[in-house]
């Protein structure tokens, strides 16, 4: 891959790790970058991973096409870049290892040789001329290894970063979530601790041209790099990255959980414009971690265990503190069924961070939610929201929900494949947003398999509803979770290029979609795609939204009587589930079809 005339990609994607340092879930897979800087000498940028000698030796013959390397530069001596050095030494004897002093001590560690009669020590600002590209060096220690430099090529104005501005994610798969997602759990994982060797390093970069930057890990970065070093720069000045609030929780039997939820929703009704919510048991804590460092507010919800804290907790709270974790207000839930202590057991693990507000209120369940209980988690919702602005009733009062119906949609059924199954649904938020690029928007329920197949892959397939398709189309596809069930189980497909499922009976058109990016809108994620494929399969007239609900759409059937007659009730316009309580929740979704709290409307 040519990253400038003179400068060669040869680095390579891991997709077998499992864990990436031993304890980073890296679903995406992982890249081990390197380059050649190719000029009257040439210059090899780092090796790889150990499990990729051939074919990172293979790449490197490749694009020195002939020619031997002069200079081996060493960045960074953590094995999955440093493992192949030995190998390459003996590979091209007349190559010199260009390093820091630490480096070479360490590589005296792992290979039991520093090299002396065939390296030059380097240190910050000294450089190295190729030709026409002269190698800058500038050292980075700590960041997050002591024995780290970057290197600076003055000619095409390129950063090799080393892991700085690095993410998880091999390099020949799409990251829906775009760069920033990944690279802060990468960043908040691994070198979190150093943000102040990170600000020292962005003090010396600062004064560079820089146009590209070359890290050891995830993409080349070539556009818009003031947003990359801007991140950097918050990220590792511990500021405040977006407004909200992360809840971390341990729950036993269920009532912590319960408390966090009801929590949540209190919060989000509140107007905080995020709740990110993990559970530290199930979930993956490096995302709990990264979430605690994005957002201004964490609120910890634990039971007491031991006389102390919950053990996943615990470790929680060492991940942040070990990570200077600081400038938060920080609240706690604690539960226990006779003796609840696990709230003071937290405060004192965080009261050496600095910058900590602690907040007022805190929620003490003594076994399960009760009177109290409820009134100390409202009490907190309060506090946590009370700079947020509300909707008020006057403004609630002048958004009628109908006005939504008026929005013109098809109907579509987006099929996918989890690498194990084929899987289809239906939406309707679907749109061509652009024409040059040809771009679709695609919305699909986050609650839903198919986001997650989408993230995981980033392929789908829109099928273009007819009016022919029958009620049961709509309850095969929209009334079940591909979780469940295999909704093709049996049935003789067709596929389109992609490998995926097109549907040539009661639809008439498909499109092959390929997710360019993917934007969190809260309850959905919106796919914006190219097309890779597209067909016309017949005439017959698109399935609209309204057409549904006036011809396809069996009529509710006349409701019962309410169980509880004093209990208002909601119907689900779209498959007839009847809502029972006091209330509608305004982020209820329909259980039955997944639809949300606007599609439904009151029965009497
Ligand atoms: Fe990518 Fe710190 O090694």
Redesign the pocket.
């Known amino acids: 891959m040519r990253i400038t005339e003179d400068i060669r990609y040869i680095g390579v994607n891991d997709h077998e790790i499992d864990l990436f340092e031993g304890q980073y879930e890296v679903p995406l897979g992982m890249a081990y970058n390197s380059y050649v800087v190719r000029d009257y000498k040439t210059a090899v940028m780092d090796t790889v991973d150990r499990n990729f000698t051939h074919e990172w030796l293979d790449r490197l013959s490749a694009e020195l096409d002939g020619r031997k390397p002069d200079y081996l530069i060493v960045q960074?001596m953590?094995p999955?870049?440093s493992a192949n050095i030995l190998t390459f030494a003996k590979l091209y004897p007349e190559a010199v290892i260009v390093a820091s002093a630490a480096a070479f001590r360490v590589m005296n560690n792992y290979f039991g040789t520093d090299f002396a009669d065939r390296r030059i020590i380097v240190n910050d600002g000294d450089t190295l001329p190729l030709g026409k590209h002269v190698l800058q060096f500038v050292t980075a220690p700590m960041v997050?290894?002591p024995e780290v430099i970057m290197t600076y090529d003055k000619y095409d104005k390129v950063l090799f970063s080393a892991?700085a501005f690095?993410k998880f994610g091999a390099l020949d798969t799409v990251d829906p979530e775009g760069w920033a997602c990944e690279a802060r759990r990468y960043y908040f994982g691994?070198v979190g601790k150093f943000g102040p060797q990170v600000q020292t390093l962005l003090g010396k970069v600062g004064g560079l041209d820089i146009r590209t930057i070359c890290p050891?890990?995830g993409p080349v970065l070539q556009e818009d790099l003031g947003y990359y070093l801007g991140l950097y720069n918050i990220w590792s000045s511990y500021d405040v990255e977006n407004e909200g609030i992360t809840i971390a929780y341990t729950s036993v039997y269920g009532h912590t959980k319960e408390a966090v939820e009801k929590l949540a929703d209190m919060l989000k009704a509140g107007g905080c414009p995020k709740v990110s919510v993990t559970d530290l048991a199930r979930d993956d804590m490096p995302e709990a971690v990264e979430d605690a460092f994005r957002y201004n507010k964490l609120v910890l919800a634990t039971t007491t265990y031991n006389g102390e804290i919950f053990p996943f907790m615990r470790t929680f709270i060492e991940e942040l503190t070990e990570r200077n974790y600081q400038n938060r207000t920080v609240a706690f839930i604690e539960n226990g069924s006779w003796a609840p202590q696990a709230a003071k057991h937290m405060r004192k693990m965080l009261e050496g961070c600095k910058n900590i507000r602690f907040a007022e209120n805190t929620v003490r369940i003594v076994g399960a939610l009760n009177e109290t209980s409820n009134a100390q988690l409202k009490a907190l919702a309060d506090e946590l929201t009370a700079e947020y602005e509300k909707p008020s009733a006057e403004d609630l009062a002048k958004q009628d929900p109908k006005a939504l119906f008026k929005i013109g949609y098809g109907l579509y059924v987006l099929t996918t494949n989890d690498g194990k199954k084929d899987n289809g649904c239906i939406v309707n938020a679907v749109m061509q947003a652009s024409s040059s690029p040809s771009r679709i928007a695609v919305c699909v329920n986050k609650q839903n398999y198919t986001h997650h197949i989408i993230q995981q892959t980033g392929k789908l397939n829109l099928n273009v509803l007819s009016v022919e398709a029958p009620f049961s189309v709509f309850q095969e596809y929209g009334f079940v979770s591909g979780r469940a069930v295999d909704k093709f189980a049996g049935k003789t497909v067709e596929r389109s290029d992609n490998g995926l499922i097109f549907l040539d009976q009661y639809c008439n058109a498909y499109l092959s979609l390929k997710v360019e990016e993917e934007t969190d809108l809260g309850s959905h994620g919106m796919f914006l795609c190219s097309i890779t494929e597209s067909k016309v399969l017949n005439s017959t007239e698109t399935m609209t939204y309204s057409y549904y609900q006036s011809n396809v759409k069996p009529r509710p059937p006349k409701a019962e009587k309410a169980a509880d007659p004093a209990k208002k009730r909601w119907v689900c316009t779209v498959c007839g589930y009847i809502y029972e309580g006091d209330e509608l929740p305004a982020d209820y979704i329909c259980p039955l079809c997944k639809h949300p709290a606007s599609d439904f409307e009151p029965l009497e």
């Open positions: 960074h953590e999955d870049h997050h290894w892991d690095g691994i050891l890990h």
